[in-house]
């Protein structure tokens, strides 16, 4: 099975949500679409604006966590001012 880092970006709102999931398609329209609950619901439209392939959840997991600290932070900032 294969894993998917990935950075969504709501620009209305100037909001960033990372998460990983085994399928992005779904986990792209439950948070653009499908749900009415939780904290992405408030910030529609999302984007993606950056994805990472894993082969294992733990790697995912690890790579997920490391895109939230101080480190990957100033790295989704530099792609969102790719982005404009």
């Known amino acids: 099975m294969e894993y998917v880092v990935y ?16 399928d992005l398609i779904a986990r792209f329209h439950s948070h653009s679409k499908y ?22 959840k733990k790697a995912a997991m690890y790579r997920e966590k490391e895109l939230k600290t101080g480190k990957g932070r100033e790295f989704i900032k530099t792609l969102i001012q790719k982005l404009g």
């Open 7 to 22: 950075i969504l970006y709501s620009s209305s709102h100037q909001k960033t949500y990372v998460g990983f999931t085994s």
């Open 35 to 56: 749900s009415n609950k939780g904290w992405t619901v408030h910030f529609r439209p999302w984007i993606v604006i950056h994805v990472e392939f894993f082969d294992s």
